[in-house]
Nanobody, 122 residues
Protein backbone atom coordinates (compact mmCIF):
# COMPACT_ATOMS: atom_id res chain seq x y z
CA UNK A 1 0.00 0.00 0.00
CA UNK A 2 1.03 3.57 -0.70
CA UNK A 3 -0.64 6.46 1.07
CA UNK A 4 -0.62 9.84 -0.64
CA UNK A 5 -1.49 13.22 0.87
CA UNK A 6 -1.66 16.36 -1.27
CA UNK A 7 -1.24 19.91 -0.05
CA UNK A 8 -0.60 23.38 -1.40
CA UNK A 9 -3.86 24.13 -3.15
CA UNK A 10 -5.70 27.40 -2.75
CA UNK A 11 -7.11 30.48 -4.42
CA UNK A 12 -4.86 32.48 -6.73
CA UNK A 13 -5.36 35.17 -9.34
CA UNK A 14 -4.78 34.47 -13.01
CA UNK A 15 -1.08 34.72 -13.82
CA UNK A 16 -0.09 33.64 -10.34
CA UNK A 17 1.74 30.54 -9.11
CA UNK A 18 1.19 27.66 -6.73
CA UNK A 19 3.28 24.66 -5.75
CA UNK A 20 1.47 21.46 -4.93
CA UNK A 21 3.10 18.78 -2.81
CA UNK A 22 2.25 15.13 -2.42
CA UNK A 23 3.77 13.26 0.51
CA UNK A 24 3.90 9.49 0.28
CA UNK A 25 4.17 6.81 2.91
CA UNK A 26 4.07 3.04 2.90
CA UNK A 27 5.99 1.14 0.26
CA UNK A 28 9.37 2.30 -1.04
CA UNK A 29 8.65 5.64 -2.66
CA UNK A 30 11.51 5.48 -5.12
CA UNK A 31 10.06 2.34 -6.72
CA UNK A 32 7.01 4.19 -7.97
CA UNK A 33 6.17 6.48 -10.85
CA UNK A 34 4.12 9.49 -9.73
CA UNK A 35 1.59 11.58 -11.56
CA UNK A 36 -0.75 14.51 -11.15
CA UNK A 37 -4.29 14.51 -12.47
CA UNK A 38 -7.06 17.07 -12.17
CA UNK A 39 -10.82 17.10 -12.28
CA UNK A 40 -12.91 20.19 -12.90
CA UNK A 41 -16.62 20.30 -11.95
CA UNK A 42 -18.70 18.29 -14.40
CA UNK A 43 -15.65 17.00 -16.26
CA UNK A 44 -13.73 13.75 -16.29
CA UNK A 45 -10.45 13.41 -14.45
CA UNK A 46 -7.56 14.23 -16.78
CA UNK A 47 -3.82 13.70 -16.88
CA UNK A 48 -1.60 16.67 -16.06
CA UNK A 49 1.97 15.45 -15.54
CA UNK A 50 3.97 12.35 -14.66
CA UNK A 51 7.49 11.52 -13.55
CA UNK A 52 9.45 8.27 -13.55
CA UNK A 53 10.80 6.65 -10.41
CA UNK A 54 14.24 8.20 -10.94
CA UNK A 55 12.95 11.57 -12.09
CA UNK A 56 14.71 11.09 -15.41
CA UNK A 57 11.55 11.10 -17.48
CA UNK A 58 8.73 13.59 -17.24
CA UNK A 59 5.59 14.13 -19.28
CA UNK A 60 3.12 17.04 -19.35
CA UNK A 61 -0.19 17.38 -21.07
CA UNK A 62 -0.10 19.95 -23.87
CA UNK A 63 -2.25 22.51 -22.06
CA UNK A 64 0.29 22.93 -19.25
CA UNK A 65 3.57 22.66 -21.17
CA UNK A 66 5.83 25.59 -20.40
CA UNK A 67 3.79 26.47 -17.30
CA UNK A 68 3.79 23.42 -15.00
CA UNK A 69 6.79 21.41 -13.82
CA UNK A 70 6.68 18.07 -12.03
CA UNK A 71 9.58 17.02 -9.82
CA UNK A 72 10.28 14.61 -6.99
CA UNK A 73 12.53 14.30 -3.98
CA UNK A 74 12.95 10.63 -3.13
CA UNK A 75 14.76 11.48 0.10
CA UNK A 76 11.64 13.31 1.28
CA UNK A 77 9.13 10.89 -0.29
CA UNK A 78 7.50 13.86 -1.96
CA UNK A 79 6.45 14.82 -5.48
CA UNK A 80 5.78 18.40 -6.47
CA UNK A 81 3.85 20.26 -9.14
CA UNK A 82 5.05 23.81 -9.70
CA UNK A 83 2.31 25.72 -11.48
CA UNK A 84 3.10 29.09 -13.03
CA UNK A 85 1.09 31.46 -15.22
CA UNK A 86 -2.11 29.96 -13.91
CA UNK A 87 -5.31 30.39 -15.90
CA UNK A 88 -8.97 30.17 -14.81
CA UNK A 89 -9.26 26.95 -16.83
CA UNK A 90 -6.69 25.35 -14.50
CA UNK A 91 -9.31 25.44 -11.74
CA UNK A 92 -9.88 21.88 -10.54
CA UNK A 93 -9.24 19.38 -7.79
CA UNK A 94 -5.70 18.12 -8.28
CA UNK A 95 -4.88 14.51 -7.41
CA UNK A 96 -1.59 12.76 -6.88
CA UNK A 97 -1.29 9.15 -8.04
CA UNK A 98 1.33 6.39 -7.85
CA UNK A 99 2.02 3.08 -9.51
CA UNK A 100 4.92 0.83 -10.48
CA UNK A 101 4.76 1.82 -14.15
CA UNK A 102 4.71 5.32 -15.59
CA UNK A 103 1.45 5.78 -17.48
CA UNK A 104 -0.53 8.75 -18.69
CA UNK A 105 -4.07 7.54 -17.96
CA UNK A 106 -6.30 7.43 -14.90
CA UNK A 107 -6.68 3.67 -15.25
CA UNK A 108 -2.93 3.22 -15.05
CA UNK A 109 -2.66 4.21 -11.41
CA UNK A 110 -3.52 2.18 -8.35
CA UNK A 111 -2.89 4.59 -5.51
CA UNK A 112 -4.54 8.00 -5.18
CA UNK A 113 -4.55 10.90 -2.78
CA UNK A 114 -7.66 12.70 -1.61
CA UNK A 115 -7.09 15.76 -3.79
CA UNK A 116 -6.44 19.44 -3.21
CA UNK A 117 -8.53 22.28 -4.63
CA UNK A 118 -6.93 24.84 -6.92
CA UNK A 119 -9.05 27.86 -7.85
CA UNK A 120 -7.80 30.48 -10.29
CA UNK A 121 -9.77 33.71 -10.42
CA UNK A 122 -9.89 35.92 -13.49
Amino acid sequence: QVQLVESGGGLVQAGGSLRLSCAASGRTFSNYALAWFRQAPGKVREFVAAISWSGGRTYNTDSVKGRFTISRDNAKNTVYLQMNSLKPEDTAVYYCAADRELRLTVAGYTYWGQGTQVTVSS
